[in-house]
């Protein structure tokens, strides 16, 4: 059975960093194209950044130089870790396995001082 359960979202003063885990269970995270999705309060989900069965990354050009997502393969996590986090990055980020559109629950950011 497949699963993703996010975790790491917090409160952060604009500025500051955050480190978000997506664990997935039921798959190998190298075999599939996994991605991190965010939504704001009425706003679309959007996509802020991929990683390829290959490890090759993508990134929205909103969090491009600031935000970068990795995987521990051995572990089977999938993280994204943000910088330099501004208000407009507060949403819910979702992890996402494209093929089967497989999502977690998502994990709550908040960028306020």
């Known amino acids: 059975q497949v699963q993703l359960v996010e975790s790491g979202g917090d409160l952060v003063q604009p500025g500051g960093s955050l480190r978000l885990s997506c664990a997935a269970s039921?798959?190998?995270?190298?075999?599939?194209?996994i991605d991190w999705f965010r939504q704001a309060q009425g706003n679309w989900r959007e996509r802020v950044a991929g990683?390829?069965?290959?490890?090759?990354?993508i990134y929205a050009p909103s969090v491009k130089g600031r935000f970068v997502i990795s995987r521990d393969i051995a572990k089977n996590m999938v993280y994204l870790e943000m910088n330099d986090l501004k208000p407009e990055d507060t949403a819910v980020y979702f992890c996402?396995?494209?093929?089967?559109?497989?999502w977690g629950r998502g994990t709550q950011v908040t960028v306020s001082s």
């Open positions: 990683i390829s069965s290959g490890g090759t990354t």
């Open positions: 996402h396995r494209t093929t089967g559109n497989y």
């Open positions: 039921g798959f190998t995270v190298s075999t599939y194209l």
